[in-house]
């Protein structure tokens, strides 16, 4: 509204043959009131803008760092996750072995000392296997 006024009052002082004798300073008082509102509206909007700026910047700061821990949570949990896996194929090979051992089927050394000791044998030298493929690639 200053910025409008102060257009107007500064129109009106530049045609001041139109203006009678008496009014001439009034209008340029008003003319240079409305500028200086004007220019202190400015000002202030200028400002405000700033703040605007600082909050925004501050938020998107805030947003950053949040993102950032989220990001680090989710890689930890993978790294977990990856551990957890491991140690469950280790787990799964001799439930399989003797899930397949203990069927009442006949196999190659059923019923003897050496079926007993065979599939312990491969019972833990896949786990060992699984162990040191594991520890090569990190996840244990």
Do not use: C
Request: proline share 4%.
């Amino acid at each position: 509204m200053a910025t409008h006024s102060a257009a107007t009052y500064r129109g009106m002082a530049r045609r001041i043959r139109s203006i009678p004798e008496p009014e001439r300073p009034l209008v340029a008082d008003l003319a240079d009131r409305f500028e200086m509102v004007r220019s202190m509206a400015d000002g202030q909007r200028e400002f405000l803008h700033g703040v605007i700026e600082f909050y925004q910047t501050r938020t998107s700061t805030h947003l950053t760092v949040a993102a950032e821990k989220l990001a680090s949570t989710s890689v930890r949990q993978n790294d977990d996750m990856r551990r957890i896996t491991a140690w469950v194929a280790i787990i799964a090979v001799p439930t399989a072995v003797t899930g397949f051992f203990g069927q009442n089927v006949r196999y190659p050394g059923f019923g003897e000392t050496a079926g007993f000791v065979t599939s312990t044998v491969i019972i833990v030298a896949i786990a060992i296997v699984l162990y040191v493929v594991f520890r090569i690639k990190n996840w244990l």
